[in-house]
């Protein structure tokens, strides 16, 4: 039984696969799916952080 | 001289006194690969005419009273993401077979050549250096040589296990979140992850532009200091490599350690520790006098960081592969990397920008300390197949988990080596963290450590 997130995540997996015309077969569904809910779930640890709306990124480009 | 556990340091200076020549040394260690790499299944290819051919000019110079480098007839193997002449770079997957072949060789290659080594040979890796463990679907999984049902850890394989089992006293890997120091914690040996910037890439097979390092690992921190010496300097082809003069660390290795401030990495670094090392720590930290304990800010939040920028410049990198031809990768790959592409874009330029603050932060803490020590994996070797292991009492999949304690360290580029304690049940090593642009400090230390026989490369009963 999918929970209501679980299943706006199957459908974002769907629609993303979609415009980002990536193939996914159907064996690959779950595991794409459980890496996602990973991520997801580890990127709401550090974009809850507050940081200064003028905080700069790690990277600085060079002209 | 026992060509097959000698140590680079020692091979050269035989090589330049006359002892040995480089053509017996490079031939004794084609003839042990051949014999021990069809159990360890550490190389893909090995460069058996080259080799030789590079040892006989070796020793051609040397009858001609010609000066010899500093690596002079030290055998050495690379990942096979590091470029080689004549070779498709394969990056541990199947779909890199079908590149052309280099014309060049990798950057790190050509310094370490310079310096007089032979390299033999290129080393198998977990697919696309996306790994912690050393299977690859493709090539055969790569074994522990102190215990084959064992993995070596990845992705750096190949690199770990090669030097481990003693087919070569010194191998090149690269690191993007841990990649040398897990295999150098698996198969007890030393491997430094310099910093961030400091060795060129050029010429290697890249996997996250922005956590990618490469580095020698080793059976000491004074082959590690000898070959990271060789490899150092600025590099155009490389626009992440600093522009900064060679800082040679083989001189200050004798220097001791005085006079260091050395603290070990508390909170987040505590958690999930398996005993065999907290055995390591305790031992380490014994023989430092090391009482201090201080804590990395907010390091779970620079995991994760860690974690969202992998998986998104990973997918990057893949994205055009992943919709042609997904069923050719390693499918525990594929599935991070598809995973990888539907990240937000918000999600990753926060990340970064969290990147930041945390090395800031990071910064301010190594005012105070010169160095930190830190587990370099949460257990000793796991069984090859093993899909979960159980982190603070809750059983969490292995695979993506092994790099807990690496992540949050070359999240910002700081150099670590890591230094082998021969615990039970197998060996494992402890992280020497330093701030950035100071490998000095850290390979000063380990080298101290080698000294006292606390950290060594233990040798495993293959032959």
């Known amino acids: 039984m999918e929970t ?39 990127a709401a640890s550090f974009t809850e952080f507050p940081l200064p709306d003028e905080a700069e990124p790690a990277p600085v480009f060079v002209a | 001289m026992d060509t097959g556990w000698s140590h680079a340091a020692d091979i050269a200076a035989a090589v330049r006194e006359g002892r040995v020549s480089a053509t017996v040394v490079a031939t004794d260690t084609i003839a042990r690969i051949a014999r021990l790499n069809p159990a360890i299944n550490a190389f893909t ?38 470029d080689i002449a004549g070779l498709p770079t394969l990056a541990g997957s199947k779909i890199n077979r079908e590149r052309a072949p280099a014309t060049r060789d990798a950057a790190a290659v050509r310094r370490l050549e310079a310096a007089g080594a032979v390299l033999v040979g290129a080393l198998n890796m977990g697919e696309y250096a996306y790994d912690f463990t050393g299977e ?16 070596p850890g990845g992705s750096s394989s190949g690199s770990g296990a ?89 001189p200050l290795l004798g220097q001791g350690i005085g006079g260091l401030r050395i603290a070990l990495a508390g909170g987040y670094f505590r958690v999930g520790v ?41 997918a990057a990198v893949h994205l055009d592969p992943l919709r042609r031809r997904g069923r050719d990768f390693d499918p525990a790959v594929r599935d991070r990397l598809i995973a990888g592409a539907m990240i937000p874009g918000a999600v990753v330029a926060k990340a970064q920008k969290f990147r930041r603050w945390y090395r800031a932060h990071v910064l301010e803490m190594f005012e105070h300390w010169d160095a930190v020590l830190a587990p370099a994996t949460p257990c000793s070797a796991p069984a090859l197949g093993q899909q979960t292991f159980v982190l603070d009492k809750v059983e969490m999949a292995l695979r993506p988990n092994i790099g807990i304690y690496t992540q949050p360290i070359s999240f910002v580029g700081l150099p670590v080596v890591a230094v082998p304690v021969a615990v039970d049940p197998l060996p494992v090593a402890v992280q020497i963290i330093a701030a950035p642009w100071r490998e000095d400090i850290a390979l000063r230390i380990a080298h101290a450590l080698e000294r006292t026989g606390v950290a060594t490369a233990p040798r495993p009963p293959l032959e």
């Not at chain 2, 380490?284 to 990395?296: M, Q, R, T, Y």
């Open chain 2, 162 to 250: 090669a030097v481990a089992g003693g087919l070569v006293p010194l191998s090149l890997g690269s690191d993007t979140n841990g990649s040398i120091r897990v295999p150098s914690s698996f198969c007890g040996i030393f491997g430094l992850k310099p910093t961030y910037g400091r060795l060129s890439r050029a010429g290697t097979f890249p996997f996250v532009a922005s956590l990618d390092h490469v580095g020698p690992l080793a059976r000491s921190a004074r082959d590690l200091a000898l070959a990271y010496d060789a490899m150092q300097g600025p590099d155009a082809d490389d626009p992440v490599c600093a522009d900064r003069p060679v800082e040679r660390v083989t």
């Open chain 2, 136 to 151: 690859n679907v493709h090539y055969g999984d790569c074994r522990n040589p102190h215990d084959l049902a064992r993995m």
């Open chain 1, 4 to 42: 209501p997130r679980s299943n706006e995540l199957a459908q974002f997996i769907q629609a993303a696969a979609c415009l980002l015309d990536l193939p996914i077969e159907p064996a690959w569904k779950d595991a794409v799916k459980g890496h996602l809910e990973v991520t997801l779930r580890l």
């Open chain 2, 274 to 314: 398996f005993p065999e090392l907290r055995t390591a720590l305790a031992r380490i930290a014994a023989a430092l006098s090391v009482k201090a304990e201080i804590e990395f800010p907010e390091a779970q939040r620079a995991r994760a960081a860690a974690y969202v920028i992998t998986a998104s410049e990973g």
């Open chain 2, 45 to 82: 290819d090995i460069l058996k005419e080259r080799a030789l051919a590079k040892a006989q000019a070796i020793d051609h110079t040397r009858s001609q009273a010609g000066s010899l480098g500093p690596l002079a007839g030290v055998p050495f193997a690379v990942k096979n993401l590091f």
